[in-house]
């Protein structure tokens, strides 16, 4: 009975907790991989398009400053009339500078190679100098424009974002470029913006990977090669308009990366997620939720140990109890006896055994119904077992008939025992309706030789009691005497 208790509630554990564990689990990668899909898919990528909006609106304006700049007829007029008085070039380079906030304006001339700037003729561009570069390139453009970031003319320790925009004279022929610069601290201010907005490191690399623009708190790798967990995706990264890639960096942390090509620069935008904090929060769900598992499994095992110790009780007493009085059933006896012999033999103690039958009980049936019957076999448990220790065994052996094993108890003892259970039957009085019934019992005596079985004691408890019936009933008689 044991082993089986032992094995359910065991099953039943195992049952509960592989349940809470799988439900958890799997609700925890589901969630957590929809978290990071989401952040793949969404989050990252309208971060990366949301700052790109934002360049491009700052764009805007310089743009269609430079598209005005290109067709004034005034630089037309003024390159058509030999590019005289230079300084007519500079003050209207200086009233577009002030007039719209911009920190560089500029012209050369595809006649004279000059560079005209605020200040006056900064140089003559060379084909063979590569800081001249973009305007050899700008000049072969299909387009009327290109953006390009470039080191200032005037002040090469600083990078600028450069609109070039082509002039065309009347007859469509190229006469120079022309433009405005725009600063690219306005770019970083964006970044900044939205790395303090959403966490996130933000940052530009060129064709090559290095580095070209990020945020005043951004780590001192400069190139995206060198930067640590990322150097076999660069490659993927470099070679595509757009991608996402989610890496482990050597600390434990998950970096999830976006990166998409900005034309205008022809850089590309880098958006970085140390970690998904959902997933943080995910996670943290989970181990409540596997606390909130166990402890819920700890109360259902609680109540089921103690729901089946209360029915395994109720079972127990149901087989090993005689219903009617309480008393041990005879099923039992066997084994409280085998029990009450071993202990006897191993204490060297006596052990005694008392059958009890109630006298002239079968009127008592007829006369009276069974239902009295059944409250006088009742009534003289209760008389008897209160002249018994918690030791013995009161017995229900059938109908009327009683055994009653006394350990540590000889004969002679068992003897007074028997008589105050004989005593107290007589004094009871058994009221029936309105009638009172005085009922007497006989009882016999033996006591337990080393090597006796049940039988062999049962058999002189027998004749003993035979002989009190036998004599007149309503007496003790003990075996032998």
């Not at 030999?82 to 007519?88: I, K, M, S, T």
């Not at 005209?116 to 072969?140: C, M, N, Q, T």
């Not at 109908?399 to 540590?408: A, D, I, Q, V």
């Amino acid at each position: 009975m044991f082993n089986r208790k032992r094995l359910f509630v065991v099953g039943l554990s195992a049952l509960l907790l592989t349940g809470f564990l799988a439900t958890s689990l799997i609700s925890y990668y589901v969630a957590k991989n929809s978290a990071v899909q989401r952040l793949e898919e969404e989050m990252l990528p309208l971060t990366s398009d949301n700052i790109y909006s934002e360049i491009q609106r700052d764009l805007l304006e310089p743009l269609l400053i430079s598209s005005v700049m290109a067709n004034d007829t005034f630089v037309v007029d003024w390159m058509r009339d030999g590019e005289q008085d230079p300084q007519r070039m500079s003050d209207y380079l200086t009233q577009i500078q002030q007039k719209y906030g911009t920190i560089t304006a500029f012209f050369v001339s595809d006649e004279t190679h000059r560079y005209y700037h605020p200040s006056g003729i900064l140089k003559e561009v060379d084909p063979d100098d590569p800081a001249d570069a973009w305007y050899f390139r700008a000049r072969e453009l299909r387009a009327d424009y290109e953006i390009n970031i470039d080191r200032d003319t005037a002040d090469r320790s600083r990078m600028s974002i450069f609109v070039n925009y082509r002039v065309l004279d009347h007859n469509g022929q190229l006469v120079g470029i022309t433009g405005v610069g725009l600063a690219m601290e306005s770019v970083a201010k964006t970044i900044e913006s939205y790395q303090r907005r959403y966490g996130r490191e933000i940052y530009f690399v060129d064709r090559q990977g290095d580095i070209t623009l990020r945020s005043s708190g951004f780590s001192e790798d400069l190139h995206l090669r060198n930067k640590e967990g990322l150097d076999r995706l660069f490659t993927r990264i470099l070679t595509s308009p757009s991608a996402s890639v989610t890496y482990n960096a050597e600390g434990g942390d998950t970096i999830y990366l976006n990166s998409r090509l900005v034309p205008e620069f022809d850089w590309f935008l880098i958006v970085e997620q140390v970690n998904d904090p959902v997933s943080a929060r995910i996670e943290s769900a989970l181990w409540v939720n596997l606390l909130l598992s166990l402890a819920i499994s700890v109360l259902v095992l609680v109540i089921a140990h103690f729901t089946l110790r209360g029915y395994q009780r109720r079972l127990e007493h149901m087989a090993t109890r005689d219903k009617l009085t309480g008393a041990t059933s005879r099923q039992v006896f066997d084994l409280v006896f085998a029990d009450a012999v071993k202990v006897a033999e191993r204490k060297n103690q006596p052990l005694s055994l008392v059958s009890m039958d109630i006298d002239h009980f079968k009127p008592i049936n007829d006369t009276f119904g069974h239902q009295y019957g059944d409250t006088v076999i009742r009534t003289f448990a209760e008389i008897a077992g209160r002249h018994v220790r918690d030791t013995d065994t009161l017995c229900r052996w059938g109908g009327e008939e009683y055994l009653l094993l006394l350990e540590n108890c000889d004969a002679k003892r068992a003897v007074a025992i028997a008589e105050n259970i004989r005593v107290a039957v007589k004094a009871h009085e058994f009221h029936f309706g309105r009638e009172r019934v005085s009922l007497t019992v006989s009882l016999g005596v033996t006591e337990y030789r080393v090597g006796d079985h049940l039988e062999q004691l049962l058999d002189r408890c027998d004749r003993a009691l035979y002989r009190s019936k036998n004599e007149g009933r309503d007496r003790v008689t003990c075996h032998g005497s």
